[in-house]
């Protein structure tokens, strides 16, 4: 009877769902806490609401269809995995707790983090089977954007962030006649040097920009290398709109109103420019389905 066997997998998978939350909770609070207080970590309050409805779109119609037909050798798959991610899981709290290294604080919660995710999508394994977990193989993987990214790795895309801004804006202001020159982070304008901070990166939006684009192109592209042409360009798209900006408020600042420097549009006025992002993005999503269109339609015929 497939159906008591699909509510018996659910009812498994929730067991194991829960089971992780109690094991994890000191790492989900953590992430929650880093979210809600710093800017490089505000996308991660998105990933979980948006996997979930991504599995929910995905599964609705075949779920039933991929748990006839898996093979037994599933659920050792996803039982070697949970072992795994248990004992990755174990490991790094025994080091946090009596270990005389000093790993970084973040570190740790990355790894914590990183063997949660494991461990969620080796309950799916070992509850639904292979067929299931290559059926929701995107918004299962999707969730490793919950993983706070180490402050290494962190510092890294900011650094590039602020000198590709640097470098966009500098172009934006010869482009409008204006004489730029730029050192490093600096940006120098008649009437103004502009720096370029690690608070100007726009790193929140940026990564919120990246987050929309993979479920865009998820949601609305077939080919794989579409898809991937549509995050990609998600990164240029980043360090223009931020660019932008940068000429915005530095032209405003010198032409119009001084205040305009380090007042509202200056602090709060970057969901506009993520906006004209998001608008970018999506006319190139039209481009690309429209193409995409042309070469698969043939094929049904």
């Known amino acids: 009877m497939p159906s008591m066997n699909t509510q018996t997998r659910s009812l498994r998978f929730a067991g194991f769902f829960a089971v992780s939350i109690v094991f994890w909770w000191r790492a989900l609070a953590e992430t929650l806490k880093l979210a809600l207080s710093n800017d490089a970590y505000t996308h991660i ?55 005389s290294v000093d790993l970084p604080n973040n570190l740790r919660l990355s790894l914590s983090m990183f063997t949660l995710v494991v461990c969620w999508i080796a309950s799916v394994i070992f509850c639904f089977g292979t067929r299931t977990f290559r059926s929701l193989l995107f918004p299962l993987c999707f969730l490793f954007l919950i993983v706070p990214l180490p402050q290494f790795v962190l510092d890294s895309i900011v650094e590039f962030l602020q000198y590709q801004s640097a470098f966009a804006s500098r172009i934006l202001f010869r482009a409008a006649g204006v004489p730029a020159t730029q050192d490093g982070i600096m940006v120098f304008i008649p009437g103004l040097n502009i720096e370029v901070a690690r608070e100007c990166s726009s790193i929140r939006s940026s990564l919120i920009l990246i987050v929309i684009t993979l479920i865009v192109a998820e949601l609305f592209l077939r080919t794989w290398w579409r898809k991937a042409l549509l995050v990609a360009a998600a990164i240029p798209l980043s360090v223009a709109k931020n660019g932008l900006r940068i000429f915005t408020i530095g032209e405003l600042g010198t032409r119009v109103d001084p205040a305009f420097l380090n007042g509202k549009f200056h602090h709060n006025g970057g969901v506009i420019f993520l906006g004209i992002a998001v608008v970018c993005m999506l006319a190139l999503l039209w481009i690309l389905q429209r193409a995409e269109s042309r070469f698969v339609a043939p094929e049904k015929l």
């Open 45 to 99: 309050l998105l990933i979980l609401p948006c996997s979930a409805a991504l599995i929910y779109l995905n599964g609705k119609n075949s779920r039933a269809h991929n748990l006839e037909r898996d093979r037994p050798s599933a659920s050792l798959a996803g039982a070697v995995l949970l072992v795994v991610s248990l004992l990755i899981a174990g490991y790094a709290r025994w080091e946090m707790t009596l270990s």
